[in-house]
């Protein structure tokens, strides 16, 4: 198993604490190998092992729990005295109306709950009311860059690994068939069809799904750019898929909610306000946009811009694009640390083309870090205040 340090911290930090423990990401990111990984250090400090209550409800073993009475009294029945109890419930989002078991369980003194789920309308609409104040998200992803060279003894060098980070994806169980191109399509594939079918179509009752597949496909290839829902319904409808802006919002809000996806709003520097009309997209994985696209691996430096994001996604609370007169910056932040700005560029050939990647951060009229991040192996420099730096070497810290 592939150590998450960063995730392991985090539990550490919520353990004991009057909270659920919610862990939300897209299938097979690592969600059940990070609660086995935090089970064995819980033993591992002292808790014994009947203490430690796991139930994963995607197996066939545990489907007559796939009632919120059965799960509720199946792990009272495994609580057998005053000591706290760590209960771990996998994809708990598979039983209806599973909010009721967990807000119950909740409020036993010893029980430190923590559950996992594929999807974010698990913490929408009556969870959210039920739980309101009482459950702390924790999101995760595929493995960071960082996290996948740590997976790497050969020695070989950043770009290298960055490469085959870009071309094989960042799921941890692609690293264990990284050099078998059949299986790894296969893999990625397999986990693309249960999130279009079981998360997305089954729950939005899609019958016919060619209009979802002609929207993954589309957004997948258009990673970092501009669009709009019309824009979107314009292009397929050009490539002669027609589907409505309606159920375009719809779908692309149930891949949002899946993972599979993620959406990164622009706002105005100067108005400090949202534009709603425009947006970007991200994919989850890079491989599996090589598989979706047929291995074409085109426009690197989107490719690019789209591990940044997913990077940013984990180290900070908000990642925006951001507008400031009729330029852009890449991405706006906001953290425990306040408010920073980045811009990507694979490289930094001349300096008009310096000039026009720092024209957005000179426009800006505050002392907020700037970073430029680029592939060209050079030093940190600093320019009048903004810093470029290595964007590989950057990843690893």
């Not at 989107?302 to 925006?320: M, P």
């Not at 008009?352 to 000179?362: N, T």
Request: net charge negative; with cysteine.
């Amino acid at each position: 198993m592939i150590g998450r340090p960063t995730y392991i911290e985090k539990l550490q930090r919520w353990k004991d604490r009057d909270v659920i423990k919610v862990v939300t990401g897209v299938r097979r990111c690592g969600k059940s190998t990070l609660l086995k990984l935090f089970a064995d250090e819980l033993r591992a400090e002292g808790v014994k092992r009947d203490h430690v209550i796991t139930l994963n409800l995607e197996q066939l073993e545990n489907e007559s729990l796939l009632d919120y009475h059965a799960l509720h009294d199946e792990v009272l029945s495994r609580v057998n005295d005053d000591q706290m109890h760590y209960v771990f419930i996998d994809e708990v989002q598979n039983v209806p109306d599973f909010q009721k078991a967990v807000d119950s369980l909740y409020t036993r003194e010893n029980i430190d709950l923590y559950i996992t789920g594929s999807n974010a309308m698990m913490l929408e609409g009556t969870l959210a009311t039920l739980l309101s104040g009482r459950y702390v998200e924790i999101s995760m992803l595929p493995l960071s860059f960082s996290e996948y060279v740590s997976t790497n003894t050969s020695g070989e060098s950043l770009r290298r690994l960055y490469s085959r980070y870009i071309s094989q994806g960042s799921f941890p169980a692609t690293v264990d068939f990284a050099q078998d191109s059949l299986a790894l399509h296969d893999y990625l594939e397999g986990i693309l069809n249960t999130v279009l079918f079981k998360d997305v179509a089954q729950r939005l009752n899609i019958a016919n799904t060619l209009g979802l597949g002609s929207l993954v496909d589309f957004m997948f290839d258009n990673v970092g750019n501009l669009t709009s829902v019309k824009g979107i319904a314009d292009a397929l409808a050009s490539n002669g898929t027609k589907v409505s802006r309606n159920t375009i919002d719809e779908y692309l809000s149930a891949l949002v909610n899946s993972f599979i996806i993620y959406s990164a709003k622009c706002f105005d520097l100067r108005g400090k306000r949202l534009l709603k009309q425009q947006q970007k997209f991200y994919a989850i994985d890079m491989g599996m946009r090589r598989m979706i696209l047929s291995n074409q691996v085109r426009d690197t430096g989107r490719i690019l811009e789209n591990i940044v994001f997913l990077e940013l996604k984990r180290r900070f609370k908000s990642v925006q694009v951001g507008r400031i007169g009729d330029l852009e910056v890449d991405f706006v932040v906001e953290g425990d640390s306040g408010r920073a700005y980045f811009q990507v560029a694979e490289s930094i050939s001349s300096e008009k083309v310096l000039e026009r990647e720092l024209a957005p951060f000179r426009k800006i009229e505050d002392n907020h870090p700037k970073l430029l991040l680029t592939l060209d192996d050079v030093d940190p420099v600093n320019h009048e205040g903004i810093m470029q730096m290595n964007v590989l070497e950057w990843m690893m810290r």
